[in-house]
Structures are given as C-alpha cells and as structure tokens.
C-alpha cells in the first residue's frame, strides 16, 4: 500500500493548485486551456507565469528529494509527433484535458466533463491495451 | 498591485501543480501507459489514485467556490459557459484520448516534463502546440 502514497499526495497537490487558482484567481487550471490561451496571446501574464512554474515543478522536486522524477518515454519520433498533433488538435476540439475536464470538470459535476473525460479515457485505454499487445 | 499577486498566484499554482505531476508519477509516460494498457500483465493502478487525490481536494475547493461571490482576486469567476455535448467536445476528446494513449503524455506532462530536457519531450511539446495551432487556425472554423 505504501506505493500508493506518492501518487495520491501528489494527485492531492494538483487538486490544491487547482483550487488555489479556482479561489483567488477566478481561472480553472486546464493546462491545454492555459497552453492554448497563451498561443493565442490571451492573458499572456498568468498563463506565462503558470507554465514557468509547471517547469519549476519538477526541479522543486529534485531539490526537496536529491533526484529528478522519472521520465520514460518509449514511443519513437514518428510516433511522438503523430501523438502530439493528436492531442495538440483533440485536446482544443473537446475543449479540455485531464485537469481542466478530469479534474476541475468533474469536481464541478460538469456533464460536458462527464463524457469528455470518460470519452478519453476509454479511448486511452484502448489505444493503450492495443499498442502494448502489438508490441 | 492586484496584478502582481495574480502573477505570483499563477507562479505558485502551476508550482505546486507541476511538483505534483512529479511526486504522483504523472509526469512519466511509462507509468501513464502502466495504467493504460490493461493487459499488460503488471497493470499499475497509481494514476486512478492521482485522480482520486485531486478530486479529494478539488470538490471542497469547488463546494466552496460556489458560496464565494467572486475569486479573492478579480470581479468574477471566469467558469466555462458550454453545457451542450457536442460532436466537437466528443470527437476531440477520442482524438485527445487516443494521443494520450500512444505516447502517454496528456499535456500538463508534457509541458512540466520539457524542463528535465529531454529530446522526445521537445518533439511531443512541438507536434502538441502545432495541432493546437492547426485546431484553433484552422479547424475550429469548420467545427464550430
């Protein structure tokens, strides 16, 4: 069970960020919302502002722990860019990711987050069992 | 002076949010597509606990949002205002999905993971902020 706690303390602080946002700022942390925003040139500020500490994060880490998080990524360049243009496009089009839909969405008992956060995870999943028994 | 301490909210909020992809495992496609791939033989369940986690503190954090007037720091709340289920909402979110489960990167990874500065990191971040550009250049014109 100890392995757990990790993911769930950590699931817990991309809640309070979220929260921390929600309350003060008034902005829901959807991080392909806030990436969008940015591209588009809206509220440059902030949106600037939350990526720089999005890339702080994981340098945090390493400071509180002595090592950088894991990062292992298997896919090859083909497949890396093939998926990013997926989620680049799908993520603008359903108007939302994991955190703005799967996390704020939800917490909100948004319907709209409802199906797009079940939607992307069934396809996720399935794109994922189909690749791992193809490999 | 308000606009500052939006700025260093904002700094402290994507912070804590990428320190938290760090500490849950999020930010590793590995453990992503761990939790995707379900047949795999030595599925890892950790990302249900992430979500799990969030939502634990994002439902009070909502609950109390809804008897606040307004954010401590601006007039209003600026709340998504759709509530139609829509061909675009579905579609892109299988797009999104299907993407998230070839590469396991959704993009708050993505992006947290570009400052350990690894080249596969950059190739996604630059095919994922190109198809957000095509989508919102060009295709948001057809969909919408």
């Known amino acids: ?100 839909h799967g996390i704020l969405g939800l917490a909100r008992f948004s319907k709209r987050s409802m199906a797009a956060t079940s939607i992307f995870l069934v396809t996720g999943i399935t794109v994922a069992t189909f690749m791992g028994a193809w490999r | 002076m308000r606009t500052a301490f939006r700025l260093l909210v904002a700094l402290a909020a994507g912070t804590i949010f990428g320190f938290g992809l760090s500490l849950s495992g999020m930010v590793d496609p590995a453990r992503v597509i761990g939790f995707l791939d379900v047949a795999s033989g030595h599925w890892d369940p950790s990302l249900a606990f992430v979500l799990g986690g969030a939502l634990l503190v994002a439902l009070p954090g909502v609950a109390i949002q809804r008897r606040l007037a307004r954010p401590a720091l601006d007039e209003r709340f600026h709340l998504p205002a759709a509530t139609a289920i829509d061909p675009p909402l579905l579609l ?53």
């Open chain 1, 1 to 100: 069970m100890m392995s757990y706690w990790p993911p769930l303390l950590g699931g817990m602080l991309i809640g309070l960020s979220a929260v921390l946002l929600l309350l003060v700022n008034g902005r829901i942390a959807g991080i392909s919302g806030i990436v969008g925003r940015l591209l588009g040139g809206h509220q440059i500020g902030p949106n600037a502002m939350f990526v720089a500490g999005l890339l702080l994060g994981p340098w945090l880490y390493a400071v509180m722990t002595g090592h950088l998080p894991p990062v292992t990524i298997a896919a090859t360049p083909m497949l890396l860019i093939f998926a990013g243009l997926l989620v680049g496009i799908g993520t603008r089009m359903g108007s939302g990711c994991t955190s703005g």
């Open chain 2, 92 to 144: 892109g979110s299988a797009i999104f999905g299907a993407g998230w489960g070839l590469a396991g990167f959704c993009p708050g990874p993505a992006v947290a993971s570009l400052s350990i500065g690894l080249v596969s990191s950059f190739i996604f971040a630059a095919a994922m902020v190109a198809g957000m550009m095509l989508h919102d250049r060009l295709l948001a014109r057809h969909f919408r």
